[in-house]
């Protein structure tokens, strides 16, 4: 079975500085990653994935995030935090081959100006 | 402009009163889904459908219903809805199934069942 791990349940952060979001994955097979956001009353917007190549990926909104197959991780990171970055985060993990998309527990971001 | 519908946005009812949440998209996707967000447990998996008249069970299926007779519509219906059900709920649709294409998720139907 895959699994997804968030092990903060919230990040503080003082706006300027940098900011990261913790994600551990586990499936058998190539993994396929993905980071979402939600605002409050708001439904999930993507943010990045991994499917495959450069470990470093880019996104939306400044965010980046690294795979690291070694150590099963997909940190969320983003060099300068913005107080409009405050949010919940949540990491998923499909298999190469499967079809249900596995969600991590969120973290809650606070970034204080 | 491209969407995901839900409705209704928010629900009260009583256990055992018998409900639908209607999701709609507007982008011909073929992959639709339906999860369910609780705290500290992330977005759960109920049902997916990976084109018209298919469907498969999620991580929590049981009671839940689902129909896929169209496109663009994926209903959720909960027969006899239970307490344990009161949770707020994500439609969500991609292009050619969940592995390698983005979620669009829609705004959420928040239930509460008494």
């Known amino acids: 079975a895959q699994s997804v791990a968030q092990p903060e349940d919230q990040v503080n952060v003082a706006e300027g500085n940098p900011l990261t979001v913790k994600c551990t994955y586990s499936v058998s097979g190539n993994p396929y990653l993905f980071w979402y956001v939600q605002y409050p009353n708001r439904g999930l917007q993507f943010l990045l994935k991994y499917i495959t190549g450069d470990n470093l990926v880019k996104g939306s909104y400044g965010f980046e995030a690294e795979f690291n197959k070694s150590q099963t991780s997909f940190h969320l990171k983003k060099p300068s935090a913005l107080v409009s970055d405050s949010a919940l985060y949540f990491c998923?993990?499909?298999?190469?081959?499967?079809?249900?998309?596995?969600f991590g527990g969120g973290t809650r971001v606070l970034v204080k100006p | 402009e491209a969407q995901v519908t839900q409705n209704p946005r928010y629900l009260i009812t009583v256990t055992g009163k018998k409900l639908t949440v209607t999701c709609s998209q507007n982008m011909n996707h073929e992959y639709m889904s339906w999860y369910r967000q609780d705290p500290g447990l992330g977005l759960r998996q109920i049902y997916y459908?990976?084109?018209?008249?298919?469907?498969d069970k999620g991580d929590v299926p049981e009671g839940y219903k689902v129909s896929r007779k169209e496109k663009r519509n994926f209903p959720l219906i909960l027969e006899s809805p239970s307490p344990n059900q009161t949770s707020l709920y994500f439609c969500?649709?991609?292009?050619?199934?969940?592995?390698?294409?983005?979620?669009?998720f829609g705004p959420g139907t928040r239930l509460l069942v008494l």
């Open positions: 459908s990976m084109n018209v008249e298919v469907t």
């Open positions: 969500a649709s991609s292009l050619m199934g969940s592995r390698q294409e983005t979620q669009y």
């Open positions: 998923a993990v499909i298999k190469a081959a499967g079809n249900k998309l596995t």
